[in-house]
């Protein structure tokens, strides 16, 4: 048994479906071990995935839950008390690190009661050597760390952390970190947290090396679904009664290139939209630069993709945007962002920027706010420039001070806050269809849902709604939702 163990977790596949057919032994193998020590337990062993960041990592996070569970975990909401913990990290801002190391080191003190507790971490931090020399040298307690690019290996990972030997009374770290991958392996089993709702990648990676970005460092080259996989997903999500799905990529106008098929995004969202059951389409992110007039046209002839649009700006200076490599100008931001305004009406457009850039002054500021109220953003992300080692922006001269960046931030996001107040109130009174997603947390008579534009609304109402798409009246403007009142 054991030497056949070794024999498939060194076996070395050289495309996706030997690929996918260690995955699959190595399930099998994952499964029996599992079961051991559940008999050994007495119990059934539990996990719990923690998850840091974007929409990508929340969805690798559900695969991860799959894999577990296909093993035999069984979910434990509380962290604390879960035999095996997963971090799902992210690095793209250093304060999601420290957030991150600050977490590590507390549960650290929780396994020294609980030695038998497993430990994983994974995602972008994994990706970044200092990071991952920092955590084998100063948390040796982790038993696992993994990448971005070997999510789908994770049962021939816990195939090793579950049989690896103690030496000295101590179980090494198991590492295993890949500097890229061109494969894609479909068909891995995946946990969603949503019944009625999933996101779906149709690429990885990115190309665009944004020049304060580490994104194309950790999560390596841009490479596509196949259609038939993406659409074959989507048919059996909205078989298994998924109504609203969110296509995910770095950069989702780019969808296409590289594959043998020819197919732009657009064409993908009309194959999409095709989908019966499927009633709500979502994507994300937007880069402008890629951004066509077939994806525009496709948004306005087709109901089904929701009223909202990401199109992070990241700075409104011709002049930043030039140095932080984004291919577009101010003028051009603004040009695109109103004719999209102008042929899908009622559309609501968000955005990141990011303050405190290497260089920016007052009047880069001034432009960035002049963006703010010409586009007139719906909502917006605001972020504090922060300097990633290895990106191009991190060796420029003319870092910002810490007490400029202060004060250009709070302008802004008053701004932003200003604007986007303005745009959410513009509905007010109208009855528009919602997705019921939530019992309200605050207060269980009501329920949470969500407008095509992407704005939170809450009713009254009780969990049979959840999952279901139904007419609201907007009663009432709060800022950034509505509360209001369902119509029959
Ligand atoms: N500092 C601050 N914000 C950043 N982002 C990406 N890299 C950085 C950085 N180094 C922001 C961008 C991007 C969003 C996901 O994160 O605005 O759109
Ligand atoms: Fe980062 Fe730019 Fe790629 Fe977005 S498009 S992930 S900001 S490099």
Redo the contacts with the bound molecule.
């Keep these: 048994m054991k030497e056949s163990i070794t024999e498939v977790i060194n076996t070395e596949p050289n495309n996706s479906e030997e690929e996918l057919a260690r995955v699959r032994k190595c399930l099998e193998i994952a499964k029996e071990l599992v079961s051991e020590r559940s008999q050994q337990a007495g119990r059934n062993l539990s996990y719990h995935v923690t998850t840091f960041g ?1 929409q990508m990592n929340a969805r690798d996070s559900e695969k991860l839950s799959g894999i577990l569970e296909e093993c035999g975990f069984i979910r434990e909401d509380d962290e604390l008390c879960a035999d095996f913990v997963i971090y799902n990290t992210c690095t ?2 250093d304060n999601a690190n420290q957030k991150f190391f600050g977490h590590l080191g507390s549960i650290g003190a929780i396994k020294k009661k609980r030695p038998e507790m497993m430990i994983g971490v994974c995602g972008c931090l994994s990706q970044e050597e200092s990071a991952r020399e920092k955590i084998l040298k100063s948390y040796p307690f982790v038993d696992l760390v993994f990448g971005t690019h070997n999510v789908f290996d994770f049962a021939r990972l816990l195939v090793m952390v579950l049989t690896r030997e103690a030496q000295n009374g101590k179980r090494a770290t198991v590492t295993e970190i890949w500097d890229d991958t061109d494969m894609i392996v479909e068909d891995i089993p995946i946990r969603r947290n949503f019944k009625f709702k999933s996101g779906v990648n149709i690429m990885f990676g990115c190309n665009n090396f ?1 020049s ?4 194309p460092y950790v999560r390596g080259r841009e490479r596509s679904r196949s259609p038939e996989d993406i659409i074959s997903e989507i048919t059996k999500l909205a078989d298994d009664g998924v109504k609203e799905v969110m296509l995910l990529g770095q950069n989702v106008n780019s969808y296409g290139r590289g594959l043998d098929t020819k197919i732009t995004f657009a064409s993908l969202l009309r194959k999409v939209a095709a989908i019966d059951g499927i009633e709500r389409i979502r994507f994300m ?1 937007s880069h402008p630069k890629d951004l066509s007039d077939e994806l525009i046209d496709v948004i306005a002839d087709t109901p089904k993709i929701c009223r909202h649009i990401h199109l ?1 700006l ?1 700075s409104g200076s011709s002049r930043i945007l030039e140095s932080m490599n984004r291919h577009y100008t101010k003028e051009q931001y603004i040009d695109l962002a109103l004719k999209i305004r102008e042929r899908v009406p009622g559309i609501a457009i968000t955005t ?3 303050i405190g850039y290497p260089g920016e002054t007052d009047a880069d500021i001034d432009d960035t706010i002049d963006v703010i109220e010409k586009v007139a953003f719906d909502g917006a ?1 605001t ?6 080692t290895g ?1 191009p ?1 991190a060796s420029m001269p003319d870092q910002v001070p810490e007490d400029v960046v202060k004060k250009n931030f709070d302008r802004v996001l008053a701004k932003v806050q200003e604007i986007s107040t303005k745009q959410a109130a513009k509905i007010e009174g109208r009855i528009m269809d919602v997705l019921v997603e939530d019992i309200n947390r605050q207060d269980p008579s009501l329920v949470t849902g969500r407008l095509s534009n992407n704005l939170n609304v809450h009713f009254p109402g009780d969990e049979s709604l959840i999952g279901k798409i139904v007419d609201v009246k907007l009663t009432q403007c709060k800022g950034f939702y509505y509360i209001g009142e369902r119509i029959q």
């Design positions: 974007c793209v801002r944004c304060y970005c580490i994104v992110t992070p990241q990141d920027i990011i992300f972020f504090i420039y922060s300097k990633r990106t922006a």
